[in-house]
């Protein structure tokens, strides 16, 4: 397996422009985790998917985050409008579930907002 | 509030020496607990996991890890350091079932030749 997929991995955009993130998790996996890591506040989890339905939202940050899985194998990050604050470094992971739990991270989206 | 501590923010040690990095945690029960090395631009690899049983945990790349429930911590050794351990450690915990990981802010550990 090609382990947890992110596109792009590197972003730089301006401030007020839209950003979208892309991940495919690892086949078969039924839950998906989106991560952001900075420098001051270290790995947040942002939400996470359990069989495409998005189960715990709470660490998205505020409403121009968004995050949809249209289908077991795609996920999506949207940032509308972006902000320089929103700079870090995005992680997407996905799990097979209790039982065989381990979160597999994918290799990250750098994002810069100028 | 429930919190995880890596009270070391960087650690270097000369290959071949041991290597112990701390890790205490704030819960009411005990959590599931994980160790997890990030190496420069890649994402994260778990490198051992404690939910139940045998204190004493084995992973991969000579990793061990020890839980003490008197002292809430869940300690990551190693031996033997080897230049490639050069990285960034994370441990986490997942309190309560809830799937929800919650990270350490992290060591990283330079190694000497």
């Known amino acids: 397996d090609a382990g947890v997929i992110q596109s792009p991995r590197h972003e730089v955009t301006e401030m007020g422009q839209e950003v979208t993130l892309r991940c495919k998790p690892i086949?078969?996996?039924?839950?998906l985790f989106w991560y952001r890591q900075t420098m001051m506040r270290g790995l947040e989890l942002l939400i996470y998917f359990n069989n495409n339905v998005p189960i715990d939202d709470s660490g998205m940050p505020e409403d121009r985050f968004s995050a949809k899985m249209p289908n077991a194998s795609f996920s999506t990050l949207k940032i509308q409008p972006s902000e320089p604050r929103d700079s870090a470094v995005y992680f997407c992971?996905?799990?097979?579930?209790?039982?065989?739990?381990?979160?597999?991270f994918g290799p990250g989206t750098r994002l810069t907002v100028t | 509030a429930q919190s995880v501590t890596q009270p070391d923010i960087h650690i270097t040690v000369s290959e071949g020496a041991s290597l112990e990095l701390r890790c205490n945690y704030s819960y009411g029960a005990t959590p599931y607990l994980f160790w997890y090395v990030q190496s420069p631009g890649q994402g994260l690899q778990l490198l051992l996991k404690?939910?139940?049983?045998?204190?004493l945990v084995q992973g991969i790349k000579g990793f061990e890890a020890e839980f003490k429930r008197s002292q809430s911590s869940f300690n990551l050794r190693k031996p033997s350091v080897h230049w490639s351990d050069a990285a960034e450690y994370f441990c986490?915990?997942?309190?309560?079932?809830?799937?929800?990981?919650?990270f350490g802010s992290g060591t990283r550990l330079l190694v000497r030749p």
């Open positions: 086949s078969g996996h039924d839950y």
């Open positions: 986490a915990v997942e309190p309560d079932s809830s799937y929800k990981l919650i």
């Open positions: 992971a996905s799990s097979g579930g209790r039982g065989t739990y381990e979160q597999y």
């Open positions: 404690y939910f139940s049983g045998d204190t």
